[in-house]
Nanobody
Framework: QVQLVESGGGLVQAGGSLRLSCTAS????????MGWFRQAPGKEREFVAS????????NYVDSVKGRFTISRDNAKNTVYLQMNSLKPEDTAVYLC????????????????WGQGTPVTVSS
C-alpha cells in the first residue's frame, strides 16, 4: 500500500522553527516530484512548496519564500520542510503529496497524499 506519513508538527511561538518530515513507501519515490500543502480551518488547501525528483528545482508560495526550505533524501524516501521565522498565519495542517515526474502547484495533479501533521504558531 502507498503511504505518506508526515511528522514533526506541533505548537511553536511566532519566530520559532519546525522541521516537518514525510516518509514514503509503496511506490518508487525517486520518480515522483514532491509537494507540501497546508489547510487551515475554513480555508481551502494551499500550495506551499514543491521539489523535483532529484532535488535540483524547488518552488515556493510567495508567503513562505525566504523562510521555508523544502528538501528530499531519496535514499531515505523522505521529503522535508524546514520552517523558520514562523508566523501565526502559518497555522494549518501540513500535508505532503507525490506527483509522478513533475513539479506542480496544483493539488489536483498529485497522485498520493499523506494524512497531515498539524502546525500551530502562537503569537
Amino acid at each position: 500500500q502507498v503511504q505518506l506519513v508526515e511528522s514533526g508538527g506541533g505548537l511553536v511561538q511566532a519566530g520559532g522553527s519546525l522541521r516537518l518530515s514525510c516518509t514514503a513507501s509503496g511506490f518508487t519515490f525517486n520518480i515522483y516530484a514532491m509537494g507540501w500543502f497546508r489547510q487551515a480551518p475554513g480555508k481551502e488547501r494551499e500550495f506551499v512548496a514543491s521539489i523535483n525528483v532529484n532535488g535540483g528545482s524547488r518552488n515556493y508560495v510567495d508567503s513562505v519564500k525566504g523562510r521555508f526550505t523544502i528538501s528530499r533524501d531519496n535514499a531515505k524516501n523522505t521529503v522535508y520542510l524546514q520552517m523558520n521565522s514562523l508566523k501565526p498565519e502559518d497555522t494549518a495542517v501540513y500535508l505532503c503529496a507525490a506527483n509522478r515526474g513533475y513539479t506542480t502547484t496544483s493539488a489536483g495533479s498529485y497522485d498520493y497524499w499523506g494524512q497531515g501533521t498539524p502546525v500551530t504558531v502562537s503569537s
